[in-house]
Structures are given as structure tokens and as C-alpha cells.
């Protein structure tokens, strides 16, 4: 029989390679501007005609090829990037296959200007379906011009398979996006039929994304910045009041390079949690720098997903620093406590280990996770025990009936309470001197803020102290309840409620969270199983969180509660240790500050 297996010709070779690397118009967009990128370009100029089918041209200022290289360049693995495989290990460029060039060449008719800086004169070439038709020395510009004409132009079936224009150029402009956000510091240019549609200098992040998506981006973003030897993140999220309903602009830049990543955006989706509702989405311009030893290059041509070696410790840190950030940025802006020495020290003294002080921009260290950041104490009955697990008693009050007293002894040594004025109001708010003005705490809202916080880590460590009932109580609930119980056993479990089920459709509490010892247990179950009802999360994130807040809000001090000044202080600096101070969980505000020049105006001084 005769031997059947034969080796493709070369342009065939290309021609099915491109179907993995040139799929559509943006495709092409994204090759060319990534070699310009690697090719060290200041500027770049990207031409469109009917969104990339007969014109995708890029022109950039970079450092040109010779004549070898411009004939080189269209061979397949031909590339200047790597030389072995260790060289993956270390890679900045974009590029490194070597594949783009010559999977183009072979579907288009492709024509390259290219001159080295330090020559006089250039390369012309003209390349189709492989083939190259003309190769001349010519005078042109320093830099490199490829235009790439008439795509898919000899593969009628990929060329009906593109969509409409606009679409098509939904997807040109999503990469020319993508690497001008990358690169702000490189000037990019873009002109669409003849028409320019951006023209943008270089500049800084901050700048580059006002360029690309208006003005009104300025205000809106807050900025990220954490830095440790591991890893870096930096740049914008949106303010959560901006989210919107539509998926926005959401970017993760990995080393300069636009990544897609669920688990990513599931670590900053968290970081809003209580700040932006499921059905809304937030922006995020966010740049990972890390040593390219620690992430997977070697994966599929086109696709932008990414791995990480350990990508817990990524994702870790990318919560870490939106949060910050979040929790930095979110304030009402007349809010002025720097310069206000007693409130510092009144921060300082709220701060532990693991909550480094809001004023300054504290580098991340892994311990800062989930810590435990109540600090011990002294016990006081009554108030103290409203928040602290570390005080609770260990064993049972015999005495649960008898008023606890209210006032505590108040940090003496830190100066008297008169030098920060407070006041409350109908029983409900907290009217606080600050620097410039004054601002007015909504007490319960405070209260549930700084529950939740301490409910969500010790969930998070599964460590809720329980305080023993001196008789074991008995729930009935409805089946439906009973299940619902059974299911969030755990987490109610880990925030102090000593649950077992006693039989038919009773449980037998034997202990309560330690400060909702002096609750109804039967109220307290119902009303949280009642919020659960409502809103069923099914991750264990959205379950954490919605009981969390449930169990804030059902054990928030309520309005009609007379607080004594040192309570106040107490609640006050105890809300402004809270990683975000300005919303309850559900995000209504907790304080609302009023400016002395807002007084002066209406007092018309
Ligand atoms: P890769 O980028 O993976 O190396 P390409 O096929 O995209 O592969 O490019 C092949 C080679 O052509 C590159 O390695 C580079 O040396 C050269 N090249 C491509 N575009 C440019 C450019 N704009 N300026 C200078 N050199 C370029
Ligand atoms: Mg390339």
C-alpha cells in the first residue's frame, strides 16, 4: 500500500494555525498594538476601515526590523521575544510565539514599512496567502507600518462568519481598550474610516481612562494601592454608588497584560459586598504586577485567562486592597479627623495588629486576613458586653434578670471626655465636635456596623463564643424553619448559638451569643431566619454576609437607648475601627457630617 501521510505545505500550515490566532477583525487589532508595545513604541496609531475587514493598519515610533527581520517575521515560531523555554519564566513582552505574523500573512494581504532608528533606509514588503509578492529597500519612517488588508480575503467560509460592523468594532475597540489602558505611558491614536476617534498623549492611569471613557470617570474611581514583595496591586475601583446595572468597565492587568479571571473578579465583587448589590455591577481598572516566575504564561494564543502559582494568595491580596481602599476613600467629603489629635488617638488606640491605622496607607501582610481585631478590654458588664466576645463570662450569670450597670470607666489617662464634645439627640443620634464641623451618628446604624464587622470574622474563624443557658431552652419551629436551621447550622454555630435539634420539630438552645445573652432566643432565631428567608444566598460568602447582617441588625442597640458621653465615645471610636465606617451593612449611611463653612453660609458670616 502506499504511503499516505505527507507533510502540509507551509502556507497550508499557517492558514490552519491562523484559525486558532486570527478569529475575527479585533484579533488583528490586538497582535499588531502588542507588537508595537514590545517593540518599545512611544506612539501608536491604529487605522480602521469598515471595522478591520479591509483596513487594520498600526504605524508605531518602535525600534523597526532589518531587512532580515522583515522577511523573518512572517515565518512561523519566528520570534526575537524568547530563544528556549526557561526564557518563559522571565517574559515581559506580549508576544512570544512567534505565530501572529505568519498566521496573518497567510489569511490577508499584508504589507510591512519597517526601518531601524539608526538606519537610513527601510524594508518594504508585500505578503499574501503566505506569499510574498514584492520585497524592496524603500525610505520610510523609523518604526514599523504593517497594514493588514482585506482579511480572510481567501477563506470565503471564516469571512461569513463575522458579524455586523458594529459589532465587529464593539470587539476592535474592546482591544484597542484594553492595551491603551495598559500602556498610558505610550500615546495612542485611533482613526475609524477616516475619522479619529481618540487621539490620547501620554499620561498617567488616571488620565488614560478619563481619555477613553469621559470626564465624568474622574470623580467616580477611588485609588488601590498596596504594595508587599510578593505582589503589587494598584489602580482605580469605582465608587460603589457609580455601579451599574450593565456590566461596566472592568479590567484586570496582569504584568501589563488584560486578563479575564473569575476568580479575580470574585475577590473584588466581595470586597463590595454590602456596598453594591448582587444585580449591580461596579468599574475596576486594576494592576497586578508580580514576578513573572509566579503565573502560567503557557497557555492558549488568544485566550486572556490567566494562572497564578498561587492564586490564593493573588486573590487574598486583591480583596485586601479594594477593601482598603474602599473603606479609605469611602467618606463623606467634609469628613477632616487628621488633624484632630484626640480622635487619632482614639483611632490609635482601636487599631490591633491587625487594623493599621485609616491614616496612613499600611503595606498588606498576609496576617491582615480575617484577623480578629478586637482588642481585649476591661470588662464592664452592660455596654462592654454589647460588643466583646473577649469579656464575655465563662461561666453562667446566675443573675441574668438584674440591670446590668451601664457606665464604664471611661480611658482616663487619654485625656477627659470634655475635650471631644458629643451629645445625643432624642436618643437616637450622636452629634460629634470635628475639626471642621460636626458630624451626626446614627447610633443604631453605628451599633449594627460594628456587629457585623465582628460577626463576619467570627464566622470567618468559626470562633463565637457561646454563653451557656443556665436551663436549656426549647424552640418550636415550623418544618420549613427547622430545615432553613439545620442548613446554616455552622455559621449560626460560629457565632455563638449552642444549637442541637431535640426531635420533631424543636431545638434545644443551650447557649446564646454571648452578647445577645439577654435576648429572647426564640425572637432572635425567628427574626433571623425570617431575614434569611427573604433573601437566600446560596454561596457561603452571601450566606456569611446575610447572616451576619441579620444578626447585627436584630442585636443593634435601638433608638429611645440613652447613652452616657463615655458610651458614646465607646461607640463612636469603635465605628471608626471598623474596616468601613461610613455604611451599615446594608449600605445606608451610619453618619452624615456638616461643614462650619456650611454654618457660616447660613449664618451668613
Ligand atoms: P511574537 O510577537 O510572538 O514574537 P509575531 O508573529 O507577532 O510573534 O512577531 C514576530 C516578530 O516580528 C517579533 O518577535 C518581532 O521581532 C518582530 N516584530 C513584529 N512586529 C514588530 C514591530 N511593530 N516592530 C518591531 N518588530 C516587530
Ligand atoms: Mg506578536
Known amino acids: 500500500m502506499a504511503d499516505l501521510i505527507r507533510l502540509l505545505p507551509d502556507h497550508v500550515a499557517n492558514q490552519i494555525a491562523a484559525g486558532e490566532v486570527v478569529q475575527r477583525p479585533a484579533s488583528v487589532v490586538k497582535e499588531l498594538l502588542e507588537n508595537s508595545v514590545d517593540a518599545g513604541a512611544t506612539r501608536i496609531i491604529l487605522v480602521i476601515k469598515d471595522a478591520g475587514r479591509t483596513l487594520v493598519q498600526v504605524t508605531d515610533d518602535g525600534r523597526g526590523m532589518s531587512a532580515m527581520d522583515a522577511r523573518a517575521c512572517f515565518e512561523r515560531h519566528a520570534t526575537s521575544k524568547i530563544r528556549e523555554a526557561d526564557d518563559l519564566t522571565t517574559l515581559r513582552t506580549k508576544g512570544f510565539r512567534g505565530e501572529a505574523l505568519a498566521s496573518i500573512a497567510a489569511i490577508a494581504q499584508v504589507e510591512l514599512w519597517t526601518r531601524e532608528q539608526d538606519q537610513e533606509i527601510g524594508t518594504r514588503i508585500l505578503i499574501e496567502g503566505s506569499r510574498v509578492r514584492t520585497q524592496e529597500a524603500m525610505a520610510c519612517a523609523a518604526g514599523t507600518t504593517l497594514a493588514v488588508r482585506n482579511l480572510f480575503y481567501n477563506v470565503p467560509a471564516r469571512r461569513q462568519f ?51 471613557f469621559g470626564r465624568k470617570y474622574d470623580e467616580r474611581l477611588v485609588p488601590v494601592e498596596e504594595h508587599t514583595d510578593f505582589v503589587n496591586v494598584t489602580g482605580f475601583v469605582g465608587k460603589p454608588e457609580f455601579a451599574k446595572r450593565s456590566r461596566g468597565e472592568q479590567y484586570f492587568f496582569v504584568n501589563h497584560r488584560f486578563v479575564r479571571s473569575n476568580y479575580l473578579e470574585h475577590a473584588v465583587r466581595k470586597a463590595y459586598d454590602e456596598l453594591v448589590s448582587r444585580e449591580n455591577y461596579p468599574s475596576w481598572f486594576l494592576f497586578i504586577d508580580i514576578d513573572p516566575a509566579q503565573i502560567d504564561i503557557n497557555i492558549h494564543p488568544t485566550k486572556t485567562e490567566i494562572k497564578f502559582r498561587d492564586d490564593r494568595a493573588v486573590y487574598a491580596m486583591v480583596h485586601a486592597a479594594v477593601r482598603r481602599a474602599l473603606g479609605r476613600f469611602n467618606i463623606v467629603p467634609s469628613l477632616d479627623f487628621e488633624p484632630e489629635p484626640a480622635i487619632l488617638a482614639a483611632f490609635a488606640s482601636h487599631q490591633s495588629e491587625s487594623t493599621p491605622a485609616r491614616t496612613t496607607v499600611p503595606a498588606w ?76 451618628v446614627d447610633q443604631q446604624r453605628a451599633h449594627e456596623r460594628i456587629l457585623y464587622e465582628r460577626n463576619r470574622k467570627m464566622m470567618e474563624q468559626g470562633a463565637g463564643l457561646s454563653q451557656a443557658e443556665l436551663f436549656p431552652r426549647h424552640v418550636e419551629l415550623s418544618a420549613a424553619d427547622l430545615a432553613l436551621v439545620q442548613d446554616v447550622l455552622p455559621e449560626l454555630r460560629s457565632m455563638g448559638f449552642d444549637l442541637e435539634p431535640f426531635g420533631g420539630r424543636t431545638v434545644q438552645v443551650n447557649g446564646m451569643p454571648a452578647e445577645a445573652a439577654e435576648e429572647d432566643p426564640t425572637r432572635l432565631l425567628e427574626d433571623l431566619l425570617e431575614q434569611l428567608k427573604h433573601e437566600r444566598g446560596t454561596l457561603r460568602n452571601e450566606r456569611h454576609h446575610i447572616l451576619a447582617r441579620s444578626m447585627a441588625h436584630s442585636m443593634s442597640i435601638r433608638p429611645g437607648r440613652v447613652l452616657a458621653t463615655a458610651e458614646m465615645h465607646d461607640l463612636i471610636d469603635r465605628l471608626f475601627a471598623c474596616e468601613m465606617p461610613y455604611h451599615t451593612p446594608s449600605g445606608k449611611p451610619t453618619l452624615i457630617t456638616y461643614g462650619l463653612d456650611e454654618l457660616n453660609e447660613r449664618f451668613e458670616r
Open 365 to 440: 501582610r498576609p496576617q491582615d486576613l480575617g484577623a480578629f481585631n478586637a482588642p481585649p478590654r476591661p470588662s464592664v458588664e452592660g455596654w462592654q458586653q454589647l460588643f466583646d466576645l473577649g469579656s464575655a463570662p465563662s461561666a453562667p450569670d446566675p443573675a441574668p434578670t438584674e440591670a446590668p450597670q451601664r457606665v464604664m470607666p471611661w480611658r482616663e489617662h487619654e485625656g477627659t471626655p470634655g475635650e471631644r464634645p458629643v451629645f445625643q439627640l432624642h436618643g437616637t443620634y450622636i452629634i460629634a465636635q470635628l475639626r471642621s464641623g460636626f458630624m451626626v
Open 162 to 212: 463575522l458579524k455586523s460592523d458594529g459589532v465587529e468594532m464593539k470587539h476592535v475597540l474592546d482591544e484597542f481598550h484594553r492595551v491603551a489602558l495598559a500602556h498610558p505611558e505610550i500615546a495612542f491614536q485611533l482613526v475609524q474610516n477616516e475619522h479619529e476617534e481618540y487621539n490620547m498623549p501620554a499620561g498617567n492611569e488616571r488620565q488614560r481612562i478619563v481619555h477613553l
